[in-house]
């Protein structure tokens, strides 16, 4: 009772705290001037891009004036559901595409006007399209769409012979195992092949980007059914197996930390993590190369997907205006050919969805590190946002480390996973 007391306490708190995150209640001026508040979880830095073509469109509509409000990512989706709780809702939001589920059955976005559909699915990929929609219905303009592929250190994958990255399981196996190093203990120098770990991506979707490379699915087509128990789900998940138990993969041996210290040889990671990388690695990041996820036999394809997509808040009172910004931000094109959404996300090392933004922008998109991420738009599946799309993707990670850890074997850990999720889907 004590515990439900101080949650109720700290609820109330938090609603009244995040009337100060922007509401469209008040953002009417008696001088007929509308206020926009665009909720984000951008850093100091990203603001700082960003607003740059909020301060364009700011001085361009002097009658519709944008302010950004942001908070930690971890704070996001409760922010936007406390803010929709308390009545003081922002008028646009920039969310994280799984959610799409649960914020179109809590009612939070608002349907966007035709023209808007309209020039999405007229200039959008496929994969970006379904990132943004729910059950077919789009939700708003997708922003930035993630893929995924295989990250790999030239010099290194040269000190030990190779001229080019696997293009089979075989080969990756062959090659990590020839690139993994150990002291006199037997501890883990250089790791050839790294699993990424410490978040619900990071362990949930290499695995299912190899998935989708043998031919299996994590959902059915509905969503209504789990197909983790798959002889394709079985083999993949061996395959991971395979480098854990040969002592390839050190599951102690921080990947993530250890690629950009030249530590790992190979990982699979979303295209995001070049612009991390180039910062963090500075002069060795000219070693750093991509290439497609191997296959089984080398000729399979297979990525997931996942995004962000602004939308409209059901509770603004200046839903056109909020459209209008968007469309403008998404798609009017500036003196360069590119939108200004664009450019933001190419200043933060993010490929653009948008297709005449990627033609626009070819010059700064030339980097062939690039070309794995955007030739997976025409191939990836989108991670399935739908109402329990965050809570089956932590199941699955929660099952796949039991896996990792040796708690519990292959065919339990997907039978485990694949009970929990029918049981989420029901």
């Known amino acids: 009772m004590k515990k439900k007391l101080i949650s109720i306490t700290v609820m109330i708190i938090l609603i009244f705290a995040l009337s100060a995150c922007g509401s469209s209640k008040d953002s009417g001026g008696k001088d007929g001037k509308v206020t926009l508040t665009l909720l984000t979880h951008y850093s100091a830095q990203q603001e700082d891009e960003l607003m740059k073509y909020i301060k364009m469109w700011n001085k361009e509509n002097p009658n519709i004036q944008v302010k950004h409000k942001s908070v930690n990512f971890d704070n996001l989706l409760s922010t936007v559901m406390a803010q929709q709780t308390s009545g003081q809702s922002s008028d646009i939001v920039h969310v994280y595409s799984l959610w799409g589920g649960q914020l179109n059955q809590s009612h939070v976005l608002a349907t966007p006007p035709k023209d808007v559909t309209d020039d999405i699915k007229s200039n959008y990929p496929d994969a970006a399209i379904k990132s943004s929609s ?30 080019s990255p696997p293009k089979t399981w075989d080969e990756m196996y062959e090659m990590s195992e020839k690139l993994t190093k150990k002291d006199s203990k037997g501890k883990i120098k250089q790791e050839g092949f790294g699993l990424l770990s410490g978040w619900d991506s990071a362990v949930v979707h290499p695995y299912l980007s190899l998935l989708y490379t043998n031919g299996g699915n994590f959902l059915s087509s509905n969503h209504k059914q789990a197909e983790l128990n798959s002889p394709e789900a079985q083999q993949t998940f061996d395959y991971e197996m395979k480098f854990i138990n040969s002592g390839i993969t050190d599951r102690s041996f921080d990947a993530q930390k250890g690629f950009a210290n030249e530590d790992v040889a190979m990982t699979i990671n979303a295209g995001w993590w070049l612009g991390s990388l180039k910062t963090t690695m500075k002069d060795k990041f000219k070693d750093v190369a991509v290439a497609p996820i191997p296959s089984p036999d080398g000729n399979g394809q297979g990525s997931i997907s996942y995004g962000y997509f602004y939308g409209v808040n059901n ?112």
């Open 315 to 426: 509770q603004s009172k200046h839903k056109e205006e909020a459209w209008k910004f968007l469309k403008w931000l998404n798609s009017k094109e500036l003196d360069n050919g590119a939108t200004g959404e664009s450019q933001f996300l190419v200043s933060q090392g993010i490929i653009p969805t948008r297709n005449s933004d990627i033609k626009a922008l070819s010059k700064e998109l030339s980097d062939p590190n690039y070309k794995p991420f955007i030739n997976a738009l025409d191939f990836a599946k989108p991670e399935p946002n739908i109402f329990a799309g965050q809570k089956i993707k932590t199941d699955l990670q929660k099952q796949i480390e039991q896996v990792w850890s040796k708690q519990t074997s292959v065919k339990n850990g997907l039978n485990n996973a694949n009970k929990v999720i029918n049981q989420e889907l029901k």
């Open 134 to 163: 729910v059950n077919g219905n789009l939700l708003g303009y997708p922003s930035e769409i993630e893929t995924y592929a295989l990250f790999y250190n030239k010099k290194l994958l040269k000190e030990a012979g190779y001229d």
